[in-house]
């Protein structure tokens, strides 16, 4: 597949329109059937007496001579802004710029502009000037930051129009102070029409194969005369968590303008891993061999609670930017001081369940490796077609866990490199590019993650009979008092040792 996304550069061009009421009434177009009156740059507007409230920093989306298609799915903006130094127009400290802007769209050429949504924005300057500021320096550029300025979830149209005014209001103090303004830029960012359709032919294709597995799994559960234990429930439940990212709903966006497919996609992930980390913590637990506390949720509170308060901190900023995002796509998060404030005390939040999760899996895990390589000793008294059953659960959960730890350290490297390659655009400069392969990778490791789950940990059906013959009285310790087929699980016969004592 080609790389996710792809990042187009645009330059506004800067309209005239001097008409009263003007943005209420007309479309300002930079090219093509109906073009505006432009002017080269701000002397030019001096010299024609033309004031900062009748410019319009007008962008065509695509470049001339292309169309936007559904299958990008998704627009990111980010906005540079070009800013000269002047000894008499100098750049304020903590400057903010406020932005009229609007967005259209258009399906033909011919077709007015229909009118997507219009907001009054402020963003915060954050520039540096490299030299001494003297009349030497008039004219060099400040180096200033990325800001975010759109984002939409769906690309349902062909053509988009943005358009930006400075409007400049001296007596309240609106846009002063934020130095000669030369031009406005902006990136445009999309995903690629190729790898869409390679992301939506994976999800087509997984999508049953998980959804097999997950009937053949639970049928074999139900045809046990005990009921499912809660290791065999939560497993069932990552399949259902793994099916519900695989249905490929992405597939209407080709056809309908949904603009919250972004965020109904981030809750998809979001309860996948929240149920990824609870699991792992009750896998742990349930192998553990000298806990009486077995087979209940309630057992696992201070485990699973610090996941769902993480879950939520991440829930609540998700719909604090994507979900305002649905009204007005020139909102952000983070750019005001309490927006980034409230945005960073949830992230961090969030990081710290994160460490407290990981302190406990480390120490249950840990004991789990400790107590199972205490069994293994009274292995060799027993008959060899119990013994060999046994090692075999024992090599299985081994297996499991070096596959799990495998699979965490990918998904948690996946995550750090998608939070720069994006948080690149919105707070810094640097650049990791992340290829197709890794996305599509990542993906398909959790669905065959799931998928060997299901298969490994599915009930077996066959009758492991006690052996009459072994007199020390191991084998009796090993299993429970229940000897039928359909009993407790093998792992909780192999468990029961300490608990019986």
Known sequence: APSPTTAVPYTSVKCIDVRKNHHKTKWLVPWGSNPCEKIKDFDEAVSRQIEANDIVFAVHIPLPSKEMSPWFQFMLFIMQLDIAFKMDNDLKENAEITLDVS???????????EEIAHAIELRKLKCTFG????????????????????????VAHKYYLINIRLPVNERKGINVGIGEIKDIRLVGIHQ??????????MKTFLTPSILII?????????????????????????GISMTFINIPVEWFSIGFDWTWMLLFGDIRQGIFYAMLLSFWIIFCGEHMMDQNERNRLSGYWKQVGPIAVGSFCLFIFDMCERGVQLKNPFYSIWTTEVGT??????????????????????????????????????????????????????????FLMLITLACAAMTVIFFIVSQVTEGHWKWGDVTIQANSAFFTGIYGMWNLYVFALMFLYAPSHKNYGEDQSNGNGEELQLTTTI???????EVYKLARKEAQE
Request: positive net charge.
């Open 103 to 113: 967005l259209a769209y258009r399906d033909d050429v011919f077709d007015d502009w």
């Open 131 to 154: 030299s001494p500021k003297t009349l030497e320096s008039e004219g060099r550029h400040y180096d200033c930051d990325f800001l975010p300025f759109m984002e939409i979830g769906s």
């Open 192 to 201: 690629n029409g190729g790898f869409t359709k390679v992301w939506f032919a």
């Open 214 to 238: 997950m009937i053949w799994y639970w049928r074999r559960i139900t045809l046990m005369t005990r009921a499912p234990v809660l290791l065999e429930k939560v497993i069932f439940a990552l």
């Open 341 to 398: 404030e409230l945005a960073m005390a949830f992230i961090i939040v969030a990081g710290i369940c994160l460490c407290l999760y990981f302190l406990f899996l480390c120490f249950m895990v840990f004991q789990v490796f400790r107590n199972i390589s205490g069994k293994q000793s009274s292995l060799p008294a027993m008959s060899k077609a119990r013994r060999l059953h046994y090692e075999g659960l024992i090599f299985r959960f081994k």
């Open 483 to 489: 000897t039928h087929v359909d009993g407790p699980t």
